[in-house]
């Protein structure tokens, strides 16, 4: 079994900050890509930013100069440092990577966290 635990979402001030994390764990060969995504109320879920194994990153306009992706292949932790955050920014984020199982297959799937509610409000 592999999982994907998020931790960090909570109620902020607009202009404040939060920190994302995802820890994955169980039976895992590798990880490719691991990303962020947030579902609003009424809304498609989006990709907030994603991070390669290599460390090359990708941002959804709305939030760059705001939001930094980065993580820890060691670990195998994702992290979203979230600054200058505003109410439209309120949403479930939700953590994705795409995990190698095993070393006998070249087989990625994408795997999802339960999600965390960020909330930006006075």
């Known amino acids: 079994q592999v999982r994907l635990v998020e931790s960090g979402g909570g109620l902020v001030q607009p202009g404040g900050s939060l920190r994302l994390s995802c820890f994955a764990s169980?039976?895992?060969?590798?990880?490719?890509?691991m990303g962020w995504y947030r579902q609003a109320p009424e809304k498609e879920r989006e990709l907030v930013a994603s991070?390669?194994?290599?460390?090359?990153?990708n941002y959804a306009d709305s939030v760059k100069g705001r939001f930094t992706i980065s993580r820890d292949n060691a670990q195998k932790t994702v992290y979203l440092q979230m600054n200058s955050l505003k109410p439209k920014d309120t949403a479930v984020y939700y953590c994705?990577?795409?995990?190698?199982?095993?070393?006998?297959?070249?087989?990625?799937?994408?795997?999802w966290g339960q999600g965390t509610q960020v909330t930006v409000s006075s």
């Open positions: 991070i390669t194994s290599g460390g090359n990153t």
């Open positions: 994705n990577a795409n995990i190698r199982r095993s070393s006998t297959s070249l087989v990625k799937l994408p795997y």
């Open positions: 169980g039976s895992i060969f590798g990880i490719d890509t």
